[in-house]
């Protein structure tokens, strides 16, 4: 067998084990979504199969007229949204700022934020909640909105801090030479080569904010604040043998993280190519 035949079958051999791979991680999705269309609200039973043989959407129709999951679902797209904007419009500038500039204490405030984003938010918590409670914003999107930026916003700038600084300046310095300012450079030629970092920034930022539940619980007390994580735990304790429905609206919150992933995969492959020239 020839060294290319040799390299096409490792080729097909590393192909099928990733497809393997990304089945058997999709093997739990698939089940809860076999769950929710079960008309037999069965999870374990020995009767149960993947493929249900009676299939409904009674249990996707009760999630939406027995509770308020369009609430919970509003709720955790503003506070993932808002989040999402707000630690990458004062992270990326700020990641830029500390790749490219040397200033006093520079060093040591990158030490000092890491340390911060180490402390687990957990032993935190007591200490922000008596910090935001004399200001009014506990049982507030802005609250928690504030928690949750502060956290993300500095994990924004470390990953795009390390991103910026495998950009070559010499890119930059030959924008300049072609008259561009230090704006139009950032914004012309930075940014699209770092759109793979951004992607997977806002990808890791959206699914953290929209999957927290430990914070909210705290930070959020009505009802019409709950978020989609707060409400699946309520749902399940309240409908605990009702397998069905309760995996129904499991596979409504994913959602949104399966969209979002998919619309940002686009521009990690954009960011990807954007320095490729024609030859």
Do not use: H
């Amino acid at each position: 067998m020839s060294k290319k035949n040799k390299q096409g079958v490792r080729l097909v051999i590393v192909n099928l084990f990733f497809l393997l791979l990304c089945f058997g991680v999709l093997i739990p999705i698939l089940y809860a979504f076999s769950v929710s269309l079960n008309a037999e609200n069965s999870l374990l039973g020995a009767n149960f199969s993947f493929l249900p043989k009676k299939i409904t959407l009674q249990n996707y129709k009760a999630v939406f007229t027995e509770k308020p999951i369009l609430l919970w679902f509003k709720n955790s797209v503003i506070l993932a949204v808002t989040t999402l904007v707000i630690s990458l419009g004062t992270g990326i500038p700020a990641a830029y700022a500390f790749s490219r500039k040397q200033f006093p204490g520079r060093k040591m405030i990158l030490r000092l934020l890491i340390l911060l984003y180490a402390f687990p938010s957990l032993l935190s918590m007591m200490a922000l909640y008596k910090l935001l409670s004399p200001l009014g914003l506990i049982n507030t999107k802005t609250g928690l909105i504030i928690v949750y930026t502060g956290t993300m916003a500095v994990f924004a700038l470390w990953n795009m801090k390390g991103y910026f600084d495998t950009i070559p300046v010499e890119i930059e310095e030959a924008a300049f030479i072609d008259g561009l300012g230090p704006a139009q450079s950032f914004l012309k030629i930075v940014l699209p080569l770092s759109l793979p970092g951004i992607a997977t920034v806002a990808i890791f930022t959206f699914n953290n904010c929209w999957n927290e539940y430990m914070l909210a619980s705290v930070f959020l007390r009505s009802n019409e604040l709950q978020t989609m994580t707060i409400g699946l735990q309520m749902f399940q304790v309240q409908n605990n043998a009702d397998w069905s429905t309760m995996m129904a609206a499991s596979t409504i919150a994913l959602i949104p993280s399966l969209i979002f992933l998919l619309f940002m995969q686009k521009y990690m492959v954009q960011g990807l190519t954007a320095g490729a020239v024609k030859g």
